[in-house]
C-alpha cells in the first residue's frame, strides 16, 4: 500500500466529527516541530521552500509564540497555518486526532480488523459515489465526492456509469469533491473518454521518478466517450477533483461550469509524528501531458463561471440548449417544453 492510499484510508476511517482535544505540553509541542520539520525535509517536494519553513517556524517557536498555547487541536491549526503561510499549499497540514494513531513502519499494512474498518467507512460514502439519476431531458447526473483507491471503488463506478451509459447527455457535480487517487480519476475518466489517451504524471522529488496515468481502452460496461459532458466545480473541489477538471478542460472533453477550484496540484503522504499528530507532507508533483504545468496555487477556471449553488440549473440548461439544438420533431418540442418549464421538471 501506498503512503498516498495509507493516507486516504487513514482518513477516511475517522470519524467526520471529531471535535475532543487533548492538553498540550512543551515537551509535545517541540516533539511535533522537530518531527514536522523532518518530514518536510525529507519528503516535501521543494526542498527550498521547506528550508524555509522550518527557519520560520524555529524562529516563532525562540520567539515564544508557542508558549502559552495548551491546547492539541490549536496548536495543530495554528502550526498548519505557519507553514502554508511560507509555502502556500493547501495540501500541507498537521492534524491532531483524539484517537491514537497506529504506530507501523509506513510500507506495513494496516491490521486486518483496522482495514476492514477503514473499508467500511468508505462504503458508507459508496466511495465517492454518491448520487446518480437521470434528469428530465434523459441527461445523466453523477454526484462524485471523491476517488477512493481504485481496488474499492472499481464496482462503485461499474455500478453508476452502467445506469447512466445509455443518456444523451452528461452532468458530474464535483462540488464536494475533495480528492483522491490519481489511478481512481483515470479509471473515471476511462468511462468518458474513448481509446488511451495520456490524462497526467506525478514526478516524486525523492526518487526523480515519474509515473504516468493513462485512461483504459476498454471499461466494464459501456463508455460514453461520445456524451457530451459538464463538469460542476466550487471552491471546495480540491487536488484529484481538481486534476479530473483540469484533465478533461485540456483534452476539450467538457465543459466547465460554476467556481474556480481550490488549487491544490500536490499528491501528499501522512507520516506519524507521535498518538495523536500527524503531518500530511506534498511529496510530489503533478505535470499535465498538454500544459507541461498543473492547477497548484490558481485552480482550475470553469468555463461558464456561476455560483456554486447555482451551477447545476445553469449546466442543466446548458446541456438542453445543446440536446435541443441536434433534435427535430417531437423530441425537440418535448425538450424545449423541459427547458422552459425547470420548475416542472427534475
Known amino acids: 500500500m501506498t503512503l498516498l492510499i495509507a493516507a486516504a484510508l487513514f482518513a477516511a476511517a475517522q470519524p467526520h466529527q471529531d471535535t475532543a482535544d487533548l492538553p498540550l505540553d512543551a515537551a509535545t509541542k517541540k516533539q511535533v516541530i522537530d518531527v514536522s520539520i523532518k518530514k518536510l525535509q525529507e519528503y516535501y517536494v521543494f526542498p527550498d521552500a521547506a528550508a524555509k519553513m522550518a527557519e520560520a517556524v524555529r524562529r516563532r517557536a525562540e520567539d515564544g509564540e508557542y508558549e502559552s498555547v495548551t491546547s492539541s487541536r490549536q496548536f495543530a491549526t495554528m502550526l498548519t497555518e505557519h507553514l502554508r503561510e511560507v509555502s502556500k499549499d493547501k495540501h500541507l497540514r498537521v492534524r491532531f486526532t483524539s484517537q491514537t494513531i497506529p504506530n507501523r513502519p509506513a510500507a506495513q499494512q ?22 446518480a439519476e437521470i434528469l428530465d431531458g434523459n441527461i445523466g447526473y453523477l454526484r462524485l465526492d471523491g476517488f477512493y483507491p481504485a481496488e474499492f471503488a472499481g464496482p462503485a463506478a461499474q455500478a453508476a456509469f452502467q445506469f447512466l451509459q445509455n443518456c444523451d447527455a452528461l452532468i458530474i457535480d464535483l462540488r464536494w469533491n475533495g480528492g483522491g487517487e490519481p489511478a481512481t480519476v483515470a479509471l473515471v475518466t476511462s468511462y468518458i473518454v474513448d481509446g488511451r489517451v495520456h490524462l497526467n504524471d506525478i514526478w516524486e522529488r525523492r526518487s526523480n521518478a515519474t509515473e504516468q496515468y493513462w485512461t483504459s481502452e476498454s471499461v466494464p460496461g459501456k463508455k460514453m466517450g461520445k456524451t457530451p459532458v459538464w463538469l460542476l466545480t466550487s471552491q471546495r473541489t480540491f487536488s484529484g477533483g481538481e486534476e479530473f477538471a483540469y484533465n478533461l478542460k485540456n483534452l476539450k472533453r467538457a465543459t466547465l461550469v460554476g467556481e474556480t477550484t481550490g488549487g491544490g496540484a500536490h499528491p501528499v503522504s501522512g507520516h506519524r509524528i507521535n498518538d495523536h499528530f500527524l503531518i500530511g507532507v506534498p511529496f510530489a508533483r503533478a505535470v499535465n ?3 507541461k504545468t498543473n492547477w497548484e496555487g ?10 456554486a449553488a447555482e451551477a447545476l440549473p445553469r449546466a442543466r440548461r446548458e446541456a438542453l440548449d445543446h440536446l435541443i439544438a441536434g433534435a427535430t420533431g417531437p423530441v425537440r418540442v418535448q425538450l424545449e417544453r423541459i427547458r422552459d418549464n425547470p420548475e416542472a421538471a427534475r
Not at 486486518?112 to 448520487?131: H, P, V
Not at 490558481?298 to 455560483?307: I, M, S, Y
Open 298 to 307: 490558481t485552480g482550475v477556471e470553469p468555463h461558464l463561471q456561476a455560483p
Open 110 to 131: 494496516p491490521a486486518a480488523e483496522e482495514r476492514g474498518q477503514m473499508i467500511r467507512q468508505m462504503g458508507r460514502d459508496n466511495f465517492g459515489f454518491r448520487k
Open 289 to 291: 501531458p498538454i500544459t
